[in-house]
């Protein structure tokens, strides 16, 4: 039964979602709708089983350990700050002028505390400077400090091929190799490499409007929208599509961008745990029943929002799940697949397409262009009637400058790519060889002892080390082998789940992957973080549920 929804601010725009099974052709409207609804050949992609996400629990003397090691670094930087305040050591950070202190002040000492006595003291893990194509391999700076990471100087060497384990160059397409990247160059000299106007003036170009077809025809929706910066795309669009009156349900592990852009809306925002079912349900059964605070009046709007691939655990949405829970309760679907297009799915179409889930019961795609395509920028796709509305209504789309040609031009060429519209089938093989890589990759971090996180089909592999102290070793022990990897602590994850993020590529041949697990296996009998029991539970009890959820009723 089709029924009437306005996903619009304000009401200024009202169309119709259908909302059970939809027809195999939709009617083109525009230069930026296609006439097949699943997917670029109109072929429905047969459904995948999602797998069970992996959250192992760590035994409880690391547990214990972990809070033990920060106890004794905080008390040690409590200690060090009395010795700053009786300047018997020297103060590297911002402080207040004498003469400024009556003025409201501009820097809050404990706020910097973490900065200070943690952060400092392993920041060369961080922010290292690259010189090269970050591709499967990268050139890196060599710096050097002497003054306890406070500031570096380079010393002119350069660390040549360092393999790269942290980029999110899913498929590859961060390259430079000159055959592929022909297309690229005719249009920066046709175009320039600045458009130095928005889409509403005079920065409306050809090619963005036929990357806007090509995204709409990959997803297989009605139409679609691109920006220019991949973290606007979230952070500014959702003030635009809901706002006082409406209702967030937000899952708990969400990107920052998500976070912003549902802060900046105005609206209630209510967290459900991460990819909990029941958990998602219970709100959305309060929400339905009781309504808003006080008034108990219906809201206005009520939209979920979830990532396809979740950054720092790996783990998969609960698609099919969370499409029949938001059909019950005539919600809304804000779906983010920054780290899910083009890296998951038989042909790289998302989550949607590994899940056999019609792109139609998403309300809203949003998706980026900075990983898997080897560029920037955001899209937002769905219903005409909504791309048409944030045309004018989307704070990025009217006043951010419109996207550059040449990276209009690299997401183009990479689209086409993964479509096998250029003739080749490179972009399929890649994303066939990102499925391999990735579960060899984790299979045989499994086999070795280590934790991980995440979902097999999931090219963000994080692996748990949990001790502050052994982060930071871990990060220069491999660099010391010419492998680069990202480590994340406290306060991006929870304080006892520090860990290595790999993101796993195309790019990436089996002797370099297996270079790194051979160096993986060595630093972690080096460093003692195996501390896996094989036996896959769940780290949070909260998670430890069902995999074929189905909703009340």
């Known amino acids: 039964m089709a029924r009437t929804a306005d996903l619009a601010q304000n009401g200024h725009v009202r169309h119709v979602l259908n909302q059970d099974n939809v027809r195999n052709t939709a009617t083109t409207k525009n230069g930026y709708h296609n006439k097949n609804v699943r997917n670029g050949t109109g072929a429905v992609p047969p459904p995948h089983r999602r797998g069970e996400d992996s959250f192992e629990q760590a035994p409880m003397h690391v547990a214990v350990l972990t809070y033990i090691g920060f106890g004794i670094v905080t008390l040690f930087g409590y200690f060090r700050d009395f010795l700053r305040a009786v300047r018997l050591e020297k103060?590297?950070?911002?402080?207040?002028?004498?003469?400024?202190?009556?003025?409201?002040?501009?820097?809050?000492?404990?706020?910097?505390?973490?900065?200070?006595?943690?952060?400092?003291?392993?920041?060369?893990?961080?922010?290292?400077p690259i010189c090269s194509v970050p591709g499967p391999v990268f050139d890196l700076m060599e710096r050097v400090t002497d003054d306890y990471n406070w500031t570096y100087r380079l010393t002119g060497r350069t660390i040549k091929n360092v393999i790269n384990m942290?980029?999110?160059?899913?498929?590859?397409?961060?390259?430079?190799?000159?055959?592929?990247?022909?297309?690229?160059?005719?249009?920066?000299?046709?175009y320039g490499v600045g458009v130095c106007s928005t889409r509403q003036e005079l920065g409306n170009l050809s090619i963005h409007e036929e990357l806007e077809k090509l995204v709409a025809e990959f997803l297989g929706v009605e139409s679609a929208l691109t920006f220019g910066m991949g973290?606007?795309?979230?952070?500014?669009?959702?003030?635009?599509?809901?706002?006082?009156?409406?209702?967030?349900?937000?899952?708990?592990?969400?990107h920052a961008s998500l976070v912003l852009g549902a802060r900046l809306s105005g609206a209630m925002i209510r967290v459900f745990k991460h990819n909990n079912m029941q958990s998602l349900e219970k709100l959305l059964k309060e929400a339905v029943s009781s309504g808003q605070p006080r008034t108990h009046r219906p809201w206005k709007k009520i939209l979920i929002l979830v990532e396809g691939v979740y950054s720092m655990e790996g783990s998969l949405v609960r698609l099919p799940e969370i499409v029949a829970l938001k059909k019950k309760y005539k919600a809304y679907l804000y779906l983010d697949e920054a780290h899910s297009i083009g890296a998951v799915g038989p042909t790289g179409r998302g989550v949607f397409e590994h899940f056999g889930i019609n792109p139609r019961d998403v309300d809203v795609h949003m998706g980026t262009f900075t990983k898997s395509f080897g560029a920037a920028g955001g899209y937002i796709a769905g219903r005409k009637e909504l791309v048409d509305y944030l045309r004018s209504y989307s704070h990025s789309a009217v006043y951010s400058s419109a996207m550059s040609p040449p990276i209009t031009e690299q997401i183009i060429r990479a689209?086409?790519?993964?479509?096998?519209?250029?003739?080749?089938?490179?972009?399929?093989?890649?994303?066939?060889?990102?499925?391999?890589?990735?579960?060899?990759?984790?299979?045989?971090?499994?086999?070795?002892?280590?934790?991980?996180?995440?979902?097999r089909a999931s090219p963000v592999v994080p692996l748990l080390l949990y001790l502050p102290g052994k982060v930071v070793a871990f990060s220069r022990t491999l660099l010391a082998q010419n492998i680069g990897v990202v480590v994340v602590g406290f306060p991006a994850t929870p304080i006892t789940e520090a860990r290595a993020r790999f993101c796993v590529s195309a790019a990436h041949t089996r002797p370099m992957l297996d270079k790194v697990l051979k160096a993986l296996d060595e630093t972690g009998d080096l460093l003692r973080v195996k501390f896996s029991s094989r036996k896959f539970?769940?780290?949070?009890?909260?998670?430890?549920?069902e995999t074929d959820y189905e909703p009340d009723g």
Not at 115 to 128: G, K
Not at 174 to 188: G, I, M, Q, S
Not at 419 to 434: P, S
């Open 91 to 128: 103060c590297h950070v911002a402080q207040e002028r004498d003469e400024q202190k009556d003025f409201v002040p501009l820097y809050q000492d404990f706020e910097n505390f973490y900065t200070r006595n943690l952060y400092m003291r392993v920041r060369d893990s961080w922010n290292r």
């Open 166 to 190: 942290g980029s999110y160059n899913y498929l590859g397409f961060a390259e430079n190799n000159a055959d592929f990247l022909r297309t690229v160059a005719d249009k920066t000299n046709e």
């Open 231 to 254: 973290f606007a795309t979230n952070s500014m669009n959702i003030p635009a599509l809901v706002g006082k009156g409406c209702l967030i349900l937000s899952d708990e592990l969400n």
């Open 415 to 455: 689209m086409k790519c993964i479509m096998g519209t250029d003739g080749t089938k490179e972009g399929l093989n890649r994303v066939r060889r990102l499925g391999e890589n990735t579960r060899y990759f984790r299979s045989r971090l499994q086999e070795m002892g280590f934790i991980i996180y995440g979902n």
């Open 537 to 545: 539970s769940s780290a949070r009890p909260e998670l430890r549920e």
